[in-house]
């Protein structure tokens, strides 16, 4: 089974929390060599911290996938990091969350013979669903360029809030992600697209998928 799930930061235990602060450095300053502060192979920020909660990806007690979320009424990497390169852009009130640190580890997914599986699907959906699960109203993140093309591709109708460049003059985009019955069903008959045996709903969360009965992704 792929379980996805999510642990609040103050639940992290010292195992769970070495290992995905490790895979993070491992992603966005060793492969994507991201301005990000590693420290003794660990990649962490200001914003892991109580008001943090991480979805998890889970295979064979392996960690695969996960992201961040943050509700917007705290301080979050777009009123913070990114607030210099979205200047004319505020956060609307109301009861969002924001998603940050996304990433599914390659080595990992080779490992668990993962590669074939709509995993990222399976994430995206994960999203809307935890959304839904907690009654929030919609999710917002800042995306490099072919992140939100990824986005796009699956047929999540997330929208571009505002654009800007990134410290490396590469383009990166603040959208929002809306987590209505449309967009979840349009996750779910993608993952389907790629299991046309399962039969299991997947409208739930947590999350738990065969990932036995999957075709190529």
Known sequence: ???????????????????????????????????VNSQDEMEFD???????????????????????????????????????????????????VEASRLFIDKERMTMLKLREKPVSALLFLSMINYARHYKYDGIYAIVSHPMYLIFKRSGWKVSVEAQSLSEKKEKIFLIFMPVDDDNQRILIDLVKSKAPELTMALDAWPLSFPVSQHRPD
């Open 46 to 96: 200001e914003y892991d911290n109580e008001q943090t909660t991480y979805v998890f990806g889970v295979h064979q007690d392996t960690c695969v996938c996960s992201l961040r979320f943050i509700e917007t009424q705290h301080p979050n990497m777009i009123t913070g990091t990114f607030r210099s390169w979205f200047k004319d852009f505020t956060l609307p009130e109301g009861n969002y």
């Open 1 to 35: 089974m792929l379980d996805l799930l999510d642990i609040k930061y103050r639940h992290l235990s010292e195992m769970k929390s070495t290992e995905l602060f490790g895979l993070r450095k491992r992603v966005f300053k060793d492969r994507l060599n991201w301005m």
